[in-house]
């Protein structure tokens, strides 16, 4: 019972946790990321961003993942990346000092107030803000609960044992606070929950100490998880980052009995002595690390080069020195985003080969075009809203916008490919299990066609010819009739009990699917230009109210041949 109330302290405290970091990104996110893409060369003023962030977040993991998304981006160098990382290391410290204090008789305001807010409130933000109201309530309740769990604990002889022997070994003690903080995948949570032992004397203050390194240690090991398919310029500042943290801790390690005197003379009791350690520790790390910034980036670089597969997947002709002049900024745009479909022209044709033959060579190769489909509409997209803040004409500004969404709708057919038809294969393969004769003539005949709809897509995004826009939308609409012929033929050889048709149906009807969301992605294209022209129709549902609404019409009126002249 005592285990299980300590487990369910430490399952509300992550909770809570949670909660104030969920209710600050939803409130406050874009604010953040704007602070965080601001911040520039100047070391000190890019450690107050990652402390300001951290602060607000309660996590340097989550801050981490933000940064390692600019830094690959090419929107932040990698040595002020460091130092925002050392300012969020400090920063989560903040909450770790206001809740050493007891706040216990907050709890019923805060618990009440929040869910007041979260429940009551109309307004999103004001929902998150009770969120974030609600989950501190919640910390602050949990670390009782972890008190109140764990004072039995102090009379175990067997416990005080296993402590003593843990004590003796501070490298175990070391790696078991890391392990445990990757475990909790965060560190605020870890040494809110050191503290309450040490608070309810179950450790003492060495052991507390260890712990609380460990915990640091740990937090540098928590992002490098996350993003373990990423990039290499994305994972150089988490690699930094726990460079700088694993050499503090381990230096600080050989150093705890000092540590640990030093702490104990410090006022109030020993949570507090706990956070302060905590927060010292975080202190010194900024204040010795800050300055070798621009040494470890070149260290980093050098250590962790970006591979020629990675450098070919980046784009290379969005040049920052045209932002100014919008015109010639647009044409490099314009040719990334003609490279990007040409990459996707690559991934739907090597879909045909999956489909057909269920090879497996081609999906490593869709997979690695797909990843550069991703980083090219990342890079592009940040391009053109950079483009957007410039002053531009209104013929300039209509046609980024038309950049943007062509893009976005460019790489979700990437995702339609990756994540469909290339597991759709996958699938065949694994039930091997193979198409009709006249399934796969369908669906080969339907992937043509679309085929042809994203090189009909590109000419008109190009010319922007009226005449090609509406061909492509009448397109559509000829390969909505195509999918609805080709699912008829394929129920009817399910009636008739072809085998093939029903070990495959699934898949066949998925594939089609997918085609012709392909298709719709494609044709958003032409409805811009189609709209200036005005000869868009607003909506088929309305189109078929008018022409429902002639034949009422038509069938209202006199006869010609029986009306008086």
């Not at 992605?521 to 607003?538: I, S």
Request: aromatic share 4%; charged share 20%; net charge neutral.
């Amino acid at each position: 019972m005592i285990l299980l109330n300590l487990i369910g302290g430490i399952a509300l405290l992550l909770w809570g946790t949670s909660m104030v970091k969920t209710g600050v990104l939803r409130t406050f996110g874009n604010a953040l990321r704007r602070l965080l893409a601001k911040a520039t060369s100047a070391q000190a003023r890019a450690a107050a961003a990652g402390f300001g962030a951290a602060a607000c977040l309660q996590s340097s993991t989550a801050v981490a993942m933000l940064l390692s998304a600019f830094v690959s981006r090419g929107m932040i160098a990698l040595a002020p990346a460091l130092a925002v990382m050392l300012g969020a290391d400090l920063g989560t410290t903040l909450v770790v000092q206001v809740l050493a204090f007891d706040l216990s008789a907050l709890v019923p305001v805060l618990l009440a107030a929040g869910a007041a807010l979260a429940l009551i409130a109309r307004s999103n933000r004001a929902q998150q803000i009770g969120r974030m109201v609600l989950g501190f309530g919640l910390m602050i309740l949990a670390l009782g609960l972890i008190v109140e769990a764990s004072e039995p604990m102090r009379e175990s002889e067997v416990l005080h044992l296993v402590l003593e022997r843990l004590g003796a070994d501070p490298i175990l003690a070391l790696l078991i606070g890391a392990g445990l903080t990757w475990l909790f995948h965060s560190s605020v949570a870890f040494v809110l929950f050191a503290m309450s032992l040490a608070g309810a004397g179950v450790i003492g203050l060495p052991l507390a100490v260890i712990l609380v390194l460990g915990a640091n240690l740990g937090a540098g090991l928590v992002p490098i998880g996350l993003t373990a398919g990423s990039p290499t310029a994305a994972r150089r500042v988490l690699y930094g980052n726990l460079a700088f943290r694993s050499g503090a801790a381990l230096l600080a390690l050989a150093l705890v009995g000092p540590l640990s005197a030093y702490a104990a003379d410090l006022p109030g009791g020993a949570e507090r002595q706990v956070a302060h350690v905590h927060t010292l520790f975080n202190v010194t790390l900024l204040v010795v690390c800050l300055p070798l910034t621009h040494l470890a980036a070149r260290l980093l670089e050098r250590t962790f080069p970006e591979s020629d597969h990675e450098d070919r997947l980046r784009p290379h002709r969005l040049d920052e020195a045209l932002l100014d002049r919008p015109s010639l900024a647009l044409t490099a745009a314009t040719r990334e985003l003609l490279g990007m479909a040409d990459t996707l022209e690559t991934m739907l044709r090597r879909t045909a080969v999956i489909l057909e033959t269920g090879d497996e060579g081609p999906i490593e190769e869709i997979r690695a075009l797909e990843q550069s489909v991703d980083l090219t509409h990342e890079d592009l997209q940040d391009y053109l809203v950079r483009l957007l803040r410039m002053p531009l004409d209104a013929e300039h500004h209509g046609r980024v916008i038309e950049l943007l969404l062509f893009a976005t709708n460019l790489e979700h057919v990437g995702d339609i490919i990756d994540k469909g038809l290339v597991r759709a294969g996958q699938k065949k393969q694994r039930l091997e299990v193979d198409f009709s004769p006249e399934g796969w003539r369908d669906l080969r005949t339907y992937h043509a066609r679309v085929l042809d709809q994203l090189r009909l897509a590109l000419t008109v995004f190009v010319t922007r010819d009226g005449d090609s826009a509406r061909e492509l939308v009448a397109e559509k609409d000829r390969l909505r009739g195509l999918e609805a012929e080709a699912t008829e033929r394929h129920l009817e050889r399910l009636r008739e009990g072809t085998p093939a048709s029903i070990e495959t149906s699934g898949l066949h009807l998925d594939i089609l699917r997918d085609l012709k969301r392909i298709a719709a992605h494609l044709t958003a294209v032409a409805h811009p230009l189609l709209e200036e022209q005005g000869v868009l129709r607003g909506s088929r549902l309305k189109s078929e109210k008018k022409a429902k609404r002639s034949k009422l019409d038509a069938e209202r009126a006199p006869d010609p041949a029986t009306s008086p002249r």
